[in-house]
């Protein structure tokens, strides 16, 4: 009897002594530099929910959702959050890449200039200065806009330049307003400026379209399925925790990179961005569940409006998946 305890305990020994089994190390890339819309990522890391999943989760700031792009076709990142029509483009060129989620299922694009100037409606653009960057995601749309609203290029001004060269453009008064994203350019506005900013979105007069989701190299996806679908369990959590503490889910972003922003607007950018979460069919059910309508008619417009080569409309369901997502309650 006492060889049998000794045994058990030299083999118990021999158990706890053992190494646990190592977490995978993921790397997001970001669309850009981090601001409030990012905050679920920093939030879930924080509040170790990626290491739940037995996850490492490295997060790196972007230049770009195309540089992004590229980065996770090229496997130098294996996850990245980027613009999803920016990522369709690549793929219909041959990118070898898929969304695995879509979290921004409302468009964030505005046209937008200072509160006090009451510019609150399409009609109120005619005869002002509108800066724009050319070939960026929103000028392409920009002429459905314009089409859906009865406005015609003639009805106002047009400055151009590249993303501070526009910001600066309507802090310093040369134009009134400006094409940007709802949750990021109307706070760096208000960053330099303490001013308000009012958005005209894009989405309150017909344009349905997605905006940003998490993609990965299909190979990836295909070589490591249970990574993705505990990853993507993890981001779901993520964006459903900061979801409930908004302010809290900001300072993780400081907490993390305490240059990144000022905490005021960094919440209320994210609380810009929830509402961009779901679609009126998507209302109640849990982050990133896309529908097939919504994709297809972002397809739609991409390829009318946005310079997507028109074979993409053959087969929408090629750029996404839902099959990595975590089923209700689990």
Avoid at 108 to 128: L, Q, T, V, W, Y
Avoid at 276 to 282: D, F, P
């Amino acid at each position: 009897m006492k060889r049998l305890i000794g045994a058990a305990s030299v083999a118990l020994m021999a158990f706890a002594a053992m190494p646990a089994q190592a977490a995978d190390k993921v790397v997001l890339m970001l669309n850009w530099y981090v601001y409030g819309e990012h905050a679920p990522f920093y939030y879930g890391k924080a509040k170790g929910i990626y290491a739940a999943e037995g996850i490492e989760l490295e997060i790196q700031e972007g230049r770009g959702s195309a540089a992004t792009t590229q980065a996770v076709a090229a496997k130098t990142a294996d996850f990245g959050y980027v613009d999803v029509p920016t990522m369709m483009r690549a793929a219909i060129k041959g990118a070898p890449v898929v969304a695995t989620g879509v979290l921004l299922q409302t468009s964030p694009m505005s046209a937008m200039g200072f509160a006090d100037k009451n510019i609150r409606k399409p009609e109120d653009i005619k005869g002002k200065t509108v800066a724009i960057t050319p070939a960026d995601s929103m000028t392409q749309i920009w002429p459905l806009f314009l089409k859906k609203t009865g406005l015609k290029e003639s009805d106002f001004k047009t400055v151009a330049g590249d993303g501070q060269t526009k910001l600066n453009a309507v802090i310093n008064g040369q134009a009134d307003l400006l094409l940007g994203y709802v949750m990021d350019q109307s706070m760096k506005i208000k960053d330099a400026t303490g001013k308000d900013v009012y958005p005209i979105k894009f989405a309150d007069y017909g344009i349905n379209m997605v905006s940003s989701g998490i993609i990965a190299n299909a190979d990836y996806v295909k070589a490591n399925a249970d990574l993705v679908r505990r990853f993507m369990s993890a981001t779901t959590k993520a964006v459903e925790a900061a979801e409930k503490e908004p302010k809290a889910a900001a300072q993780s972003i400081l907490d993390a990179n305490p240059k990144g922003g000022k905490i005021d607007t960094l919440t209320q950018g994210f609380e810009l961005t929830i509402p961009l979460y779901r679609t009126a069919e998507t209302k109640g059910k849990r982050p990133f569940q896309v529908t097939d309508q919504n994709m297809t008619e972002t397809v739609n417009l991409l390829v009318e409006y946005g310079g997507l080569d028109a074979k993409a409309k053959e087969n929408p369901k090629a750029f996404y998946t839902n099959d990595y997502l975590p089923k209700s309650g689990s």
